[in-house]
């Protein structure tokens, strides 16, 4: 598999190598891809059945969003041939998040041979910051 550069095409690689459940009722969508930037856009659709008793998302929940972005970002910025199993995640927990519509934002700050240095942020619908990760990752080429 080559690299590829190009955003709209690279978009549909990384739609064709991510699945669209990351867990039983979590769906999302890579909206945008910046291949230059190794930035991804994801949106996640959160129901009721992510919620504590508080009415509010669940941490484990919370973090596989942030795992998602952190890893489409990477993929993304190796053109869609390498996959990044974190090595390390360091999760700040802002603000509760709340069922409905979050926005997930991945960077990669360094692509390396041997390791990758990632950021990711959820927002709400007005754009509030709920959560941040900072991660490390060992780039990894994903299986033919």
């Not at 095409?9 to 291949?35: A, C, K, N």
Request: proline fraction near 7%.
């Amino acid at each position: 598999m080559e690299p590829i550069e190009n955003d709209a095409q690279l978009l549909d690689r990384m739609r064709g190598l991510f699945p669209t459940d990351l867990s039983p009722g979590l769906d999302f969508e890579i909206v945008e891809v910046e291949h230059a930037a190794g930035r991804a856009e994801l949106r996640f659709e959160l129901p009721e059945e992510t919620s504590n008793q508080f009415g509010f998302v669940q941490g484990g929940t919370i973090a596989t969003m942030l795992d998602a972005c952190l890893g489409i970002a990477g993929a993304v910025k190796s053109g869609g041939v390498l996959a990044m199993p974190l090595i390390q995640m360091q999760i700040s927990f802002v603000k509760p998040v709340p069922v409905g519509i979050v926005s997930g934002t991945g960077s990669t700050t360094r692509l390396g041979r041997s390791v990758a240095f990632l950021e990711a942020t959820l927002t709400g619908q007005d754009g509030t910051v709920l959560a941040r990760a900072t991660a490390t990752a060992a780039p990894t080429p994903f299986p033919a």
